[in-house]
Each structure stands twice: as C-alpha cells, then as structure tokens.
Nanobody, 127 residues
Framework: QVHLVESGGGLVQARGSLKLSCTAS????????VGWFRQAPGKEREFLAG????????YGTDSVKGRFTISRDNVKNTVYLQMNSLKPEDTAVYYC????????????????????WGQGTQVTVSS
C-alpha cells in the first residue's frame, strides 16, 4: 500500500505558476501509475494528467493541455504537476492518485480506477 501526500498548493495571481508535488511513503512510487485530478466546489472530480511507471504521459481535459505538465522523479519518490498560465477557473482542490495498473488500463474512468489517493492541496487563483 502506498501513502500519498500532495504539497505546493496556495494562492497565486492569474497568469502565475505553481508546481505541485505528490510524495509517497510506504512504497516506492516508481512502480505505480500516478495521476493528478482536481475538484472545484460543486463540480465533479476531473482527471488532469497521468504518468506511467516508465514515463509516458497522457492528459485529460483540454483546458489544461499546453499549460500543465506532469513529470516524475523516481529518486525522490515524487510526481510533479507544473501549472503555468493559471486562470481563476483552475481554482480547486488538487489530488494525486496512484495505481499499480498500467496507464492505458486506467483511461476509461480514471476517477473510479485509481486505488490510492492523497488528501488534496488547495489551489486558488485570483483574478
């Protein structure tokens, strides 16, 4: 079992940047597929990006493509989400999640598919 902790959230002005981190304990994160999700008040949780154990990535909603980048550092047991050109509509609680299944197998319904979740970190973008 893997325990995930997100960090790096906070308050940022529109067009600013933040880098979120997802750090694991209890297991090595390098063998897991890891995804980033977010949930805004009154909205469903949405999939943003995923990275396989070996590095290939996929991105979910079109609204973050070209602005958000997922990466991993297996030495640090951490997965990152670099967020640039932030907009007020990016305001949400951001979660990372992990699963032992390969990335391609988690694609149909990622919100339901991932097994392990962090507690979330708040990102607020002011206009």
């Amino acid at each position: 079992q893997v325990h995930l902790v997100e960090s790096g959230g906070g308050l940022v002005q529109a067009r600013g940047s933040l880098k979120l981190s997802c750090t694991a304990s209890g297991s090595t994160l390098s063998i897991y597929t890891v995804g980033w999700f977010r949930q805004a008040p009154g909205k469903e949780r949405e999939f943003l990006a995923g990275i396989s154990a070996r590095g290939p990535t996929t991105y979910g909603t079109d609204s973050v493509k070209g602005r958000f980048t997922i990466s991993r550092d297996n030495v640090k047991n951490t997965v990152y989400l670099q967020m640039n050109s932030l907009k007020p509509e990016d305001t949400a609680v951001y979660y990372c999640a992990a699963d032992i299944a390969p990335l391609w197998r988690l694609g149909d319904n990622p919100v339901q598919a991932y097994d392990y979740w962090g507690q979330g970190t708040q990102v607020t973008v002011s206009s």
